[in-house]
């Protein structure tokens, strides 16, 4: 069983408990509310594919809640598919393919990179990518009116436009919808993030760019904050999370700069959280020779500004392995729940309560 360890040195929330491992030591808590760990859980008892990889989920009504991820023989392999499961009464029901990558009888591509989200609307839709690889494949989506039991065919995206790359889109006070997106080069040589924007209905799409500088970065996550600014966490090349800030709502962003946070060229997620503070889940080490290295141990982390981040749990702590890719919401009812890529085999399903 995965073992924990919590921690925390900021006053007016959280408290050492529950589970403790051998992992480095951390501060701790003065005096505040209890954090509890209500469940922890493999979402596919038996799995029916080789390899999975990139969870999303999403609440849905009545207490339940949807993930999505891509699985099949290996990554970018053309029978990957993406597979859905809801979890109801604290079972996760057995997953289902909801989307593929065939073009025709004689032509197929593997999927990627699911992004479940419900609007305000209570409109469900599942964005994904479809393509040869990362740096030829396009956006596509489809919609739900019944929670999941049935989608619409699949939609393409207009062109040039990707959709959300890997983590959620955040619904505006306006009613649009704002997703963090990001390309990568024929050559692989650049990467870089920018904004796409939609009307309410998935119509209607702008771009919005960002100077990149000299950074490689991909896959942002977006924050909201009280005064109404707007932050992205971004995974880099840089070997730490890339950050930059908006103040007129996503219209314009500042420069991109580095955050104090690790990251070994590995995605990241984030939510904003109702009481005002912001909370991210990431790997907290550095790149290594291959491309897996550094996706062995996966934390939480807590910030009140966005600027000072503090360690919360650590949630993976293995000599080896890859625990990665994680998607984190909080829920109507305030449960903060967190699912991640489990060493390629499984996806796992955190629930994680702050009182």
Partial sequence: MMRFQFFSTIALLFLTTMISCNSASFPEATSSP????????????????????????????????????????????????????????????????????????????????????????????????????????????????????????????????????????????????????????????????????????????QKIFINNDTFGVIQPSILTYPNGDLQLLSRSRQNYIIECWSKDQGKTWGPLTKTNLPNPNSGSDAVSLKNGWQLLVYNPLSAGKDWWNGRNQLHVALSKDGHNWQDLIQLENEPRGEYSYPAVIQDSEETIHITYTYDRKNIKHIELQLK
């Fill in 34 to 205: 209890k954090v509890e760990i209500r469940s922890e859980t493999l979402i596919v008892d038996t799995p029916p594919f080789a390899s999975c990889h990139a969870s999303t989920i999403v609440e849905l009504p009545e207490n339940q809640l949807m993930a999505a991820w891509f699985a099949g023989p290996h990554e970018s392999h053309k029978e990957v598919v993406i597979y859905i499961a809801k979890l109801k009464n604290g079972k996760w029901s057995k997953p289902q393919q909801v989307a593929d990558g065939i073009i025709n009888d004689t032509l197929r591509y593997p999927t990627w990179n699911p992004v479940l989200f419900r609007s305000n609307e209570n409109k469900l839709v599942l964005f994904y990518k479809v393509g040869p690889n990362p740096r030829e494949w396009w956006g596509e989506y489809k919609t739900s009116a019944d929670n999941g039991a049935t989608w619409t065919a699949a939609i393409k995206l207009p062109d040039e436009f990707l959709g959300p790359i890997k983590n959620k889109p955040i619904q505006l006070e306006d009613g649009s919808l704002l997703y963090p997106s990001s390309t990568e080069s024929l050559d692989e040589k650049v990467w870089q993030i920018h904004l796409e924007k939609s009307d309410a209905n998935f119509q209607n799409w």
